[in-house]
């Protein structure tokens, strides 16, 4: 696992203020036996990598690895607000997503979905144009992966590309996530995170959905991002098509997951089935939201990294 340093640019005003989100420390896995010819960006979770501790980077370096054995480099482009991108304040680390949230719940996830989409795209015109500096080939195909939260902006990560940048994506990994944020229950948040962080409660989340509710019928916030949060319809396009996102998809989900329930994921799953998607595969593990022995990190890892090299 090595390091480099992305300078994006912040679009969303009220993130103008937070310069880690400007210039910030992404990781990359790049030990393939040649110039990789795959690269899959990945996108975390809520919680994690606060304070940039190397713990946090645990799922990541086991997916990499796995990946680096097929031939496939992979990048963390971590999202606003974790592991470098955190914000410091009197020497101590401040939880960062939590703050934003207190702050207003547009900051994370309306602010996040537009920050994305802009550091994908730099990372791309990066990638572009030195690939040797991360191991790539002069031609390379392009994967998006995210989890639990990052699952949700890897979707918009992707169809940002497809649509600004008119790229083929090789593959989209969303695990332990779905689209339509509303669905999600406020008492599962608040019981999942009672022992990690007891401030994301019943309240603090129901004043995040009210707060989005001020930016729902603004002409800035764009079709995809409303889908993503509460399922609108897409004009002419009722449901994101991910038959045009990625040539394949896949939808991990765990069958123990507290915050994406078995409900939410099987409603996902029928709605793409009764549109006979035939690019989505659908894998259901004995997961828990957050792994609580290492097959729940070493065996979703070992399934993606075949699934993307496919």
């Known amino acids: 696992m090595e390091s480099f340093t992305l300078t994006s640019k912040v679009l969303y005003k009220a993130l103008e203020a937070y310069p880690n989100n400007h210039e910030f420390e992404c990781k990359i896995w790049k030990n393939t036996p040649a110039p990789a010819k795959h690269v899959v960006i990945m996108f975390n979770g809520f919680f994690e990598g606060i304070g940039n501790k190397n713990s946090a980077y645990l799922r990541y370096k086991q997916i990499g690895e796995e990946l680096n054995e097929k031939g496939i480099t992979a990048i963390l482009l971590p999202l606003p607000f974790h592991f470098g991108r955190s914000i410091i304040g009197d020497g101590h680390d401040i939880v960062s997503p ?185 894998l259901s593990l004995p997961l828990h939201h957050a792994p609580t022995n290492s097959f729940g990190l070493k065996t979703p890892a070992k399934y993606i990294a075949t699934f993307c090299a496919l």
């Open 98 to 282: 939590i703050s934003r949230l207190r702050e207003h719940g547009s900051y994370l996830y309306f602010g996040g979905n537009t920050q994305v989409k802009t550091d994908v795209e730099v990372l791309y015109h990066e990638l572009k144009k030195e690939p040797s500096r991360f191991n790539l080939a002069g031609e390379f195909d392009i994967s998006i992966l995210g989890y639990s939260i990052g699952g949700v902006f890897a979707i918009a990560a992707a169809k940002h590309l497809i649509d600004t940048l008119e790229l083929e994506l090789n593959s989209l990994v969303v695990m332990l996530s779905a689209w339509k944020i509303q669905d999600i229950d406020v008492g599962s948040v608040a019981s999942f995170f009672r022992n990690i962080e007891p401030e994301l409660n019943e309240e603090t989340w129901e004043t995040m959905m009210h707060e989005l509710e001020s930016i729902r019928d603004l002409e800035s916030t764009d079709a995809v991002f409303k889908e993503l949060i509460w399922g609108e319809d897409l004009g002419s396009n009722p449901e994101l098509n991910f038959e045009q996102i990625a040539k394949k998809v896949l939808f991990i989900d765990g069958q123990m997951d507290e915050i994406f329930t078995q409900n939410i994921m099987r409603e996902r799953r029928d709605t793409l089935l009764r549109r006979n998607l035939e690019n989505c595969t659908f």
